[in-house]
């Protein structure tokens, strides 16, 4: 019996170096991270004087320290940023502006809940990369675990403050519609707590 392998047999691909694969997850963030920041301070532009304006503006030079903190990062692990990922990664935020909000032109409420959500799924990202990074610095001295340590609970706030940003954008775009619904079942006009969702 022929036990003998073709050579293609014997051959199985090579698997990926760590270094490659850590690499190419860091520069996803670093784009990800980009069109988080570009979202933010336009949403912080967009309501600046408004009663949201302070939290969204404090949001936004959160997550633009946190991408700094990333650079710094990679700087450490000698990963160079892949800048095209990160241009490509903000065409993606600017096409994702065009979205059927309900309005062709200017903003409507749904705007305000639809890139809060996005906000919030990217902060959600955001922690999970530093958890990864957490387990990178267990084994590697050149990350600092405590700074990545403050970073996850700084991603933990952000995103209790953007839930409770979300939850009131949505009860302000699709509450008043319920209420009007209630209203008119009641045979009542402008009663209730519709005043309180202005």
């Known amino acids: ?11 199985s691909p090579a698997a990926p170096h760590p270094r490659r694969l850590l690499a190419i ?14 979202l933010s301070r336009r949403m912080a532009r967009t309501h600046r004087g408004r009663a949201v304006g302070p939290a969204l503006a404090e949001l936004a030079g959160q997550i633009a ?4 903190s990333l ?32 309005r062709l032109v200017r903003r409507s409420p749904l705007s305000d809940v639809l890139e ?3 906000m919030r799924l990217g902060v959600e990202g955001k922690a999970s990369l530093w958890r990864s990074l957490r387990t990178v610095a267990n084994a590697d001295p050149r990350l600092d675990g405590a700074a990545v340590d403050r970073l996850l609970d700084r991603a933990r706030r952000q995103a209790d403050v953007l839930e ?34 202005g």
């Open 1 to 11: 019996m022929n036990t003998r392998r073709s050579g293609s047999q014997s051959r």
């Open 25 to 38: 997850y860091l520069n996803d963030h670093l784009a990800g991270a980009s069109s988080g920041v570009a």
């Open 65 to 68: 320290a946190d991408r700094e």
């Open 71 to 102: 650079r710094e990062f990679m700087t450490a692990l000698d990963v160079p940023a892949q800048w095209s990922r990160v241009v490509v990664g903000r065409l993606a935020e600017k096409t994702g502006r065009i979205k059927l909000n309900g």
């Open 116 to 118: 809060l959500e996005v």
């Open 164 to 197: 409770e940003l979300r939850v009131r954008a949505a009860r302000n775009a699709f509450a008043p519609a319920a209420e009007a619904r209630a209203d008119r079942g009641t045979g009542t006009v402008g009663t209730g707590t519709a005043a309180t969702h």
